[in-house]
């Protein structure tokens, strides 16, 4: 079948070089997939008239769900036949994207047969990605993968995918259970995963340290990522080795230190915890001399997304720290609230950073029931006026009327 | 008194219905609607459910273009055959 392939020039550039290619990728699946070969072959029409051949479909789905599948057409059905249907699907990764070699054997089994056998593992959602499908497999392949206990991700305006770190798994910074709280939350909210109900999507990523592996400040609406509250733990004995290797403490260390809150004096190492922002930095150049605290729990950001409607934002935070324990219920709570307000009064495809940014932390705060605190504080007032608004209890108004 | 589910989903089946390919409704324009219409008879609870009544039947479908909405289930104008 590879003589099958056609002529791909500009594609072939792309096979050039010391990294990974998914040309190579495709010509190896189109030795054994004829879907595979009229995608070299469209792919290469689109990059040598710099336009893209694909439709989007809106409709195509599994019965019940409304989400997990993008539906994928060619705009060039009569030249590339095999590729006339070309949906996406969107598995719901494991935790920690661990798998059991078995399993990973029985998902591309499945998505050999039933679809073009490419995958992406993973997509920049966590999901496992299964790229390229026909309309009538869709049922079938959600079918199989049922019995091999795989789900369909989130997608369209619901709750996408949780995605976290590997964790307390392989991490010793891990300063709560990612996996277990990922879980949980995939599990509670199952409704609001497959059935869309959100002005637009919302992504909950979990991170066990502010190493934030997973970028969860940048593209979660709801960032959770394990920090410490107490003082980090100093083994002056590894400093000092650390400095006799040769490691420039001053230099690498403190001076990077940027709530500059570090002093060495070439013995012993000085934090003023009371400073540090926990950015990680020390820990991550002095692994066996320095760890987190032990009060560990989260802090709890909200509202960043990548650039769509508006510009991109980072996840400011709702809450400095908590604890993260089962049956997470003040998480949980919150997200209730926060959903609530959202659905009520949110814009078809405003992200919730939007929403806020629209209405006002402040409202939305009120309206949350959580009361303001410092660390909310994103970054410095722009606007020089300061005004005060003066907050009446119900029945204020009453008393004064009746003394006036 | 309380609607029931089968009331609620009724009544959203024939708002997605009349909105045609005219409108699209999403599942909290639908919720709001019914409230609307009914005021205490219903609530966001009862709501959800017709939706998933509405959706598991086949009577309705979801689709996305550009957010998600409910729909009559239809042939997509980008669909090939
Ligand atoms: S985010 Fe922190 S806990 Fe998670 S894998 Fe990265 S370093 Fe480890
Ligand atoms: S964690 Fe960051 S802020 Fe805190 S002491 Fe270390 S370098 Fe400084």
């Known amino acids: ?404 | 008194m309380a609607k029931s589910v089968e009331e609620i989903a009724e009544a959203m089946f024939n708002l997605v219905k009349e909105a045609g390919s005219q409108k699209k409704l999403k599942p909290m324009d639908l919720t709001k609607s019914m409230i609307q219409m009914f005021g205490d008879e219903v609530d966001k609870k009862i709501c959800k459910e017709a939706i998933k009544q509405l959706i598991n039947s086949g009577r309705c479908v979801y689709t996305y273009f550009g957010g998600s909405f409910i729909e009559l289930p239809h042939r997509e104008g980008a669909a090939n055959d």
């Open chain 1, 1 to 404: 079948m590879a003589d099958n392939l056609p002529e791909t020039p500009l594609l072939n550039e792309l096979e050039k070089g010391a990294w990974p290619s998914f040309v190579k990728e495709i010509k190896m699946a189109a030795k054994r997939s004829p879907m595979c070969q009229d995608l070299l072959g469209q792919l290469e029409q689109s990059y040598r008239e710099k336009i893209g051949y694909w439709k989007h479909g809106g409709i195509v789905g599994v019965m019940g769900y409304g989400g997990g599948v993008i539906g994928r057409y060619s705009a060039l059905p009569d030249k590339y036949p095999k590729v006339s249907h070309f949906h996406t699907m969107r598995i719901n990764q494991p935790a920690g994207w661990y798998y059991t070699s078995k399993a990973l054997r029985d998902i591309c089994d499945i998505w050999e047969k039933r679809g073009s056998g490419l995958t992406n593992m993973h997509g920049s959602t966590g999901d496992i990605i299964l790229l390229g499908t026909t309309t009538d497999q869709l049922e079938p392949t959600f079918e199989d993968l049922s019995k091999i206990d795989f789900d369909i991700g989130g997608s369209g305006s619901d709750l996408r995918t949780p995605s976290c770190c590997c964790g307390m798994s392989r991490c010793e910074w891990a300063c709560y259970d990612t996996m277990a709280l990922t879980y949980d939350l995939t599990m509670h909210y199952q409704d609001e995963l497959h059935r869309p109900a959100f002005p637009y999507k919302f992504k909950f990523k979990m991170s066990g340290c502010p190493n934030d592996c997973v970028a969860s400040i940048a593209r979660a609406d709801m960032s959770i990522i394990g920090t410490w509250r107490d003082d980090i733990q100093v083994d002056q004995d590894a400093v000092r080795e650390y400095a006799d290797k040769g490691l420039d403490i001053t230099s690498d260390v403190v001076n990077n230190c940027p709530s500059k809150c570090m002093d060495w004096d070439g013995k012993e190492l000085h934090i003023d915890n009371s400073f540090c922002v926990r950015c990680m930095h020390c820990i991550n150049v002095m692994p066996k001399a320095l760890r987190p605290g032990k009060d560990r729990g989260a802090t709890i950001l909200i509202g960043s997304k990548a650039p769509i409607i508006e510009g991109a934002f980072l996840s400011s935070v709702l809450f400095p720290f908590i604890k993260i324990e089962p049956p997470y219920s003040k998480i949980k709570d919150t997200v209730d609230k926060m959903w609530d307000v959202w659905c009520e009064e949110g814009k078809n495809r405003e992200r919730i950073g939007e929403f806020i940014q629209r209405v006002g932390l402040g409202n939305f705060l009120e309206a949350i029931e959580i009361d303001p605190v410092p660390e909310m504080v994103a970054h410095p007032r722009e606007n020089p006026y300061v005004f005060y608004e003066e907050y009446f209890e119900e029945g204020d108004d009453d008393e004064e009327e009746e003394e006036s």
